[in-house]
């Protein structure tokens, strides 16, 4: 049981759903399965008409043979838990069918609070009787005052099958959903819930100084002060009652304001001991406030601020249950107007103070972090049309370098319109500096792999990345063009023209455009088959990770054991978490591969080392032929995390180019407007703490494809990896 513990605490990651009632009936779903769930370690065929009442469906659970090494199988949900009550309670009614062997099927509630389990209880410490027929089972556990979150669900151990439906989840009798809750002052309406009332529509230098003074504090002491970090303080309405006062000052009037507006907040008691930096993997400086340009009193003000005890659970940001990275508390305001000054600014702020405090990668930025906000202001408030303000808050979210940090808008169509909303049917990567064809579908006979595009409609290839840029947010320039080549030849036209190099020629050719999902293309450059894994030759096994959905992994290792070498191809993303599960077969014992930094909620800013991770065990009946990892820019977050834990494998070597630099459990970041992003949001580093955000993964030998390759339809990373493999 403490094993499904820990596998459930690696699973929450950062999922979370929105306060609302649960889908515990299994009737809202989505291609099979059910909303609001997440499920692991099942055989397909999630839902099921089977049902005590026959008025609904159930969710089946079913392991006709061992799947994860843990031995079981689970669904679970999670939710926000600010209710008032005593005592949880889940009712629901379980059956097994006649394939049940020794798979034994249980109910979990778990309770969650600054990154751990507070609580947990299960029906398995009781279990319950394998039975045909339906019965109703229960389970109650004690709320935790400090519980941020609530994890719950249904799980089947060993080998078996299970079915589960009509689940109740009631607080002190009451259903969830209606359930009292806390109540937040920083939760509440206020006056600006759809208008802030500022516009802006000329700025002068001080009004820019002084607006960059004021995010900066604004979001100190939004994270820092005792008050606000109880939910005591409605931050977005304090920003907007601000603002006017901010704008019609002087540089020392703001100064004076802000200092009015932080005494109001209410009394603070100084701690000399809370505020701890020995232990840090990354933390701000000293008295790092005083860059700002304050008054001798307001930099006081502040250090005060600073050195005072924050209480714990922090309202706005929290620590994922397991994993650790930051969980956002925001509003997200959906119907306010793009016009909208002062929301413009709340979304600056917001962003702009998540990076500050609660990113494990800000000092990666290439620009100091402070000038991005200075000149941020005049774009995104000047910006005179919606589409000029989501390209300036475009170029903000790309001056954070993270690939993980992608802009999630509302409604898109504006940048679709911007980029275009037709594709050719070629497909283009970048290789030697150059954009080169290495994909041709239907309809395209003019134009050949291994052509060099040099202009588009005209255009030179320089000038078309260059009004791309804001919309290529990447860690490194191989991702960024990565990113650039599927927006590249993409246009509102019904045909294009483009001027390439074939050889010594240079040829213009016509390109009728489709809609963009017309066909269905080839997502990453080398596809080798369609399976996860299968036989390059008697001696050679080949398996490819973004295949890797319902494989058995022990029967995967079993029919490869026999080869002289394995290919684990990592230039995708992983459909399945292999991580451990793989690793065990390719060690003969454990091997340290990672450590990570993550945040400290009471120390905004702060971000500590954990211990090193192992992958592997001992094993003396571990894989013992060589193995070549591929890796290329598509190798992401999960794929580079795969790739650390991989390659210390005895005889294994990585092959391949920089990856795509951007690794860590992922926060999402609501934004007004309905719109949002993501960060990384733990570090990810080598044992050594050498770092591998925007650097990536680092490959023992160093592939990367030619134009002579590509014209060639060679795949020149594996052709390196088989000439290793099959080295004596």
């Not at 969830?176 to 230098?205: C, D, M, P, W, Y």
């Not at 209480?311 to 107007?337: L, M, R």
């Not at 954070?400 to 992608?406: K, R, S």
Request: aromatic fraction near 10%; hydrophobic fraction near 40%; include cysteine.
């Amino acid at each position: 049981m403490k094993k499904f513990l820990i596998s459930l605490l690696l699973y929450s990651l950062s999922f979370l759903m929105l306060a609302q009632a649960p889908n515990l009936e299994f009737s809202a779903t989505n291609i099979n399965t059910p909303n609001g769930w997440f499920v692991n370690g099942s055989e397909p065929n999630l839902l099921s008409d089977q049902h005590p009442t026959q008025t609904a469906q159930s969710l089946r659970l079913s392991r006709a043979k061992p799947t994860t090494k843990d031995d079981y199988a689970f669904a679970m949900m999670q939710i926000p838990f600010s209710y008032i009550g005593k005592t949880l309670t889940l009712k629901g009614w379980i059956k097994t069918e006649p394939a049940t062997e020794n798979g034994s099927p249980a109910l979990w509630i778990r309770l969650n609070g600054n990154g751990n389990a507070l609580a947990f209880a299960n029906t398995a410490e009781s279990p319950v009787k394998v039975s045909q027929n339906w019965q109703q089972v229960e389970l109650s556990i004690d709320v935790v005052a400090e519980a941020e979150s609530l994890s719950f669900g249904v799980f089947l151990s060993d080998v078996g099958e299970a079915y589960f439906a009509d689940l109740q989840l009631t607080l002190d009798g009451i259903p969830i959903a209606q359930a009292k809750q806390r109540v937040f002052v920083a939760n509440a309406s206020h006056e600006f819930e759809q208008e802030s009332g500022i516009r802006i529509t000329n700025l002068t230098s001080t009004q820019q100084h002084n607006l960059a003074a004021l995010g900066k504090v604004w979001g100190f002491i939004k994270y820092f002060h005792p008050e606000s970090a109880k939910g005591n303080v409605s931050m977005d309405a304090e920003l907007f009652r601000l603002l006017p006062q901010v704008l019609s000052v002087s540089a020392q009037g703001k100064d004076q304001i802000l200092l009015d507006w932080i005494k109001a907040l209410g009394e603070i008691t100084p701690c000399q001991q809370c505020k701890n930096h020995q232990d840090a993997a990354l933390i701000h400086p000293a008295q790092f406030w005083q860059s700002w340009g304050l008054s001798a009193e307001l930099n006081q003000q502040l250090a005060t601020i600073y050195a005072t005890d924050i209480p714990q659970p922090h309202y706005w940001v929290k620590k994922a249950a397991g994993v650790g990275n930051p969980t956002f508390n925001e509003k997200v305001y959906p119907d306010i107007n793009y016009q909208d000054s002062g929301f413009r600014l709340l979304t600056l702020y917001r962003l702009w103070n998540i990076i500050q405090y609660y990113s494990p990668y800000r000092d990666l930025t290439e620009q100091p972090w402070e000038k991005v906000l200075q000149d941020a202001i005049p774009a995104m408030l000047l910006a005179k049309t919606e589409l000029e303000y989501q390209l300036a808050l475009s170029q903000v979210i790309y001056a954070i370098h993270d690939t993980h940090t992608q802009l999630k808008l509302n409604n898109a169509n504006l940048i679709t319109n911007y980029v275009g909303g037709k594709r050719p049917p070629v497909d283009v990567r970048f290789v030697e500096q150059q954009a080169v064809v290495y994909k041709v579908y239907q309809n395209a006979p003019d134009i050949k792999v291994g052509d060099i595009i040099t202009q588009i409609n005209g255009q030179p290839v320089s000038e078309r990345l260059a009004y791309l840029q804001p919309l290529a947010a990447a860690s490194n320039e191989p991702t960024r063009l990565m990113k650039m080549s599927s927006l590249l030849l993409n246009s509102n036209e019904e045909q294009l023209t483009v001027k390439v190099l074939r050889g010594t020629k240079e040829l213009t050719i016509p390109l009728p455009l489709l809609a963009r999902n017309a066909i269905k293309r080839q997502y990453y450059y080398n596809e080798h088959g369609d399976t996860a894994y299968q036989r390059l030759s008697p001696e050679i096994g080949y398996i490819r990770l973004d295949k890797m959905a319902d494989v058995d992994v022990d029967t995967m290792i079993q029919e490869l054991a026999d080869t002289k070498g394995l290919v684990i191809d990592i230039r995708n993303y992983p459909s399945q978490f292999v991580v451990f599960n793989l690793g065990r077969h390719l060690y003969p014992k454990p091997f340290e591969f990672v450590r990570f930094t993550n945040m400290q909620a009471d120390h905004p800013g702060k971000f500590t080392w954990t211990p090193a991770l192992s992958v592997g065990e001992t094993n003396p009946n571990y894989y013992q032929g060589k193995i070549a990892i591929l890796i290329n820019e598509h190798s992401q977050s999960q794929s580079e995390y795969t790739s650390m834990a991989l390659r210390g494998a005895p005889k294994a070597k990585v092959f391949g180019s920089t990856t795509a630099g951007a690794d860590g459990n992922i926060s999402h970041i609501p934004l007004p407007g309905g719109h949002s992003t993501w960060l990384s949001g733990i570090g990810v580093f080598y044992p050594d703490k050498t770092p591998t955000q925007r650097i990536g993964i680092v490959s023992d030998v160093e592939v990367k494809p030619t134009i002579a390759g590509i014209a060639a339809g060679r795949d020149e990373v594996l052709e390196q990896a088989l000439l290793y493999l099959k080295a004596n």
